[in-house]
Structures are given as C-alpha cells and as structure tokens.
C-alpha cells in the first residue's frame, strides 16, 4: 500500500518571510552597497537583492545550492556571493542594524533567546575513535592490496 504523498508547498504563498520585502530592502541595500561595491572592471556581479533572496531560501529550505529554484540567479554566482558576504562580515552588520531598528519599536525581547544546532557523528572520528578490530592494524602492520597478505612495517622493514 502506497504512502499519501505529503503536498508540496507553494513558496509564493508563505508572504514576504522567503523574500526581502521593499521595506527591508530600502534599509538593507545601503550597507550591501558600502560594504559589497560594485567591481570596477571584469565581468558584473549578479543582483544583490535576487542573491540575498536566494540566500534566505537556501536557508530557510536547507537544499543544496546546486537546487535553488529557477527563478534565482545561477547557484554558483550565488554561492560565490554568499562566501563574499561571510568573509567581510556584511551578514553581521545588516543583522546590527535590523536588531537596533527593531529595538528602537521594542521588538527585541532581550530575555529570551534561543539557538538551533545539529549533532552528527564526525566521518574520520576523533582522538577517542575506537580502535580497529584488525589485529594486524593493532600490531603496526600494513596489509597489501591484491594477493599480498600482511607485510609488517617498522624499524626492520625492508622498504626502509
């Protein structure tokens, strides 16, 4: 028996949260130009406003940037952006002024505040990895790809 398939939502019905709306913009778009100025030569950037947008989804979504939608720009020049951003702090400093403006109408509840993260096991471990059940690993021996078997390594090692 089939599962029910979950419907998909329409992004352009969840409102202005997917999206910088044009009164965040009219703040937002001063500090990207401060401190992200158009180049001077080569080829042009894409636009800041569809990078942010797509930044917001991606985030939002958590899909690969490789599975942004069409409508934004291409997910290369979007990634390359969002990295341009990072490394001079332009993320920080439009969050600085969001947080001050929304304090200034007493939107800021200072008392409470919360933070969202991920636990995962690390791929390679770690220096409590546990140890191999290999005993000729345990024992500081190498085994040889093919036929080869086991050749021990170490002072006495023919290979030097």
Known sequence: MARPRKPRRNWDELGTIWTVSDELWAVIQPILHELDPPKATGRPRI???????????????????????????????????????????????????????????????????????MM?????GGPDRPQSHRLWQARGETQLAGRGGWRPTGPGDCRG
Do not use: Y
């Open 47 to 117: 636009a800041a406003r569809a990078a942010l947008d797509a930044i917001i989804f991606r985030m939002r979504s958590g899909c690969q940037w490789n599975q942004l939608p069409e409508r934004f720009p291409d997910d290369s020049s979007i990634h390359r952006t969002f990295q341009r951003w990072v490394r001079s702090g332009t993320f920080e400093h439009i969050w600085a002024v969001l947080i001050e403006r929304c304090e200034e109408l007493g939107g800021v509840d200072w008392e409470w505040q919360a933070a969202d993260g």
């Open 120 to 124: 995962g096991k690390a791929r390679l």
